[in-house]
């Protein structure tokens, strides 16, 4: 599928949808979408939400030839953000022509709690809830039967006591594997239909019963091995000042923010493009990213001097699904999960992670090689160039006097584009 790409960003609209046709990765439904730019339509989008006015366009991009588990993908893209993209492509290239991503699924199930307080004696209280566990999973299933049916639901109970300014909260986890969904609802209904009995049993008051986006029990890893001659002139020099940056971000909370946002620019923009809820997914992972107490980057990096390979891991929350939500309401959507052949929720789930890797990479290589604005900059003369009032005829022209400039900014864009239409 390779060489049919080369060149995908130099093409117009129209080639770039001939090479998707030739790809041959989409129905003529989804191709029908993207030739005409269908997008959702008011009634739908009244129908997700409250108060709606119109509905809200962004970029939707794609990167070829991004090997995941020796299996090619093309990945869509929902962004704003210029280099993104291209700089996702360059790294998953560096990876692709190693070997690809490796990722293992190490769970896929979610937990909710239940929170109760005013309970005399939380020991006896924690004793009662396990004793009773069996018939406590047994109530949560019989509240959601449909997932019991396809293979699903409750799996296990877990009971803390957490203690705040003076108040005792006993604290009951349900772990329930929700298959192909993220499960919220599905979660939130089966703790409503515990909340009588742990009442019971405790002799306590419930004071809330909710999915927790702390997802570690979704946790996905993925991995690459890159030879130092990959990573192009004096590789190895810079896959050790990867190595440094890696442990700067596990040292230094202001780091580490940076490298985790570089981290999301592309895991974000699959899973908009995926249906799924991107502030979930957020939420999960930023949290996890202070599971030892301490903020830190999510990612790591090390050389293995005798192989000659610079090594890269990620660990991280990936509970995203393949129904519910908008995933078969948004017809863009539909065409983002035919793109990736329609993935089931862990395939999703191990996509996803290797491209926050992919993201991380590229980042990193830029950040302690030429520096991040040198790339970045050329883009961002683009998208001043189109403010400024450039066209397709002239765009190219004033980019590259923009780059020219001292200060490239939007009064220098306009004095260019005054200069070319003169």
Request: charged share 25%; aromatic share 6%.
């Amino acid at each position: 599928m390779g060489k049919i790409w080369s060149g995908f960003y130099k093409k117009n609209i129209n080639e770039r949808l001939e090479v998707i046709e030739q790809a041959d990765i989409l129905s003529e439904e989804y191709l029908s979408v993207l030739k005409n730019n269908e997008v959702l339509d008011f009634d739908m989008a009244n129908n997700m939400v409250e108060n709606v006015i119109g509905t809200f366009s962004l970029p939707f991009s794609v990167v070829p030839n991004f090997v995941v588990d020796d299996k090619e993908y093309v990945v869509p893209f929902v962004t704003e953000e210029p280099s993104v993209v291209a700089a996702c492509s360059n790294a998953g290239k560096i990876v692709a022509k190693s070997g690809g991503f490796k990722t293992e699924v190490l769970d896929r199930k979610m937990v909710g709690h239940v929170a109760l307080y005013n309970i005399a004696d939380t020991d006896e209280a924690v004793e009662r809830i396990l004793q009773s566990k069996d018939l406590l999973l047994k109530t949560a299933d019989e509240a959601y039967p449909s997932i019991v049916a396809r293979g699903g639901g409750a799996r296990d109970i877990e009971v803390k006591v957490l203690s705040e300014d003076g108040t005792d909260f006993v604290v009951v986890y349900l772990i329930v594997d929700t298959l192909e969904a993220m499960g919220a609802n599905m979660l939130n209904t089966m703790l409503e239909a515990l909340k009588v009995s742990l009442e019971s049993l405790t002799e306590g008051v419930v004071l809330m019963a909710i999915l927790s986006n702390y997802a570690t029990r979704s946790l996905v890893t993925a991995k690459c091995a890159i030879p130092f001659e990959n990573l192009g002139e004096n590789g190895e020099y810079l896959a050790q000042r990867i190595e440094l940056a890696s442990k700067f971000a596990k040292a230094d909370v202001y780091r580490a923010a940076t490298h985790n946002k570089g981290i999301f620019n592309g895991i974000d923009s699959v899973v908009i493009a995926s249906g799924n809820d991107w502030r979930a997914i957020e939420a999960a992972c930023q949290s996890y990213a202070a599971k030892d107490g301490k903020y830190q980057g999510l990612s790591t990096w090390r050389c293995d001097e005798e192989a000659k390979m610079l090594i890269g891991e990620i660990t991280s929350p990936m509970p995203v699904a393949s129904v519910g939500g908008s995933i078969g309401i948004n017809p863009t959507v539909k065409v983002s999960r035919g793109l990736l052949n329609n993935p089931d929720a862990k395939t999703l789930a191990s996509i996803l992670v290797s491209v926050g890797l992919a993201q991380n990479l590229a980042a990193l290589k830029a950040l302690v090689g030429d520096g991040i604005q040198k790339g970045h900059m050329k883009l961002h003369a683009k998208s001043l160039a189109i403010l400024a009032g450039a066209t397709n005829d002239n765009i190219e022209l004033i980019v590259e006097e923009l780059r020219k400039e001292k200060h490239m900014n939007l009064a220098s864009a306009k004095k260019i584009v005054e200069r070319c239409n003169k």
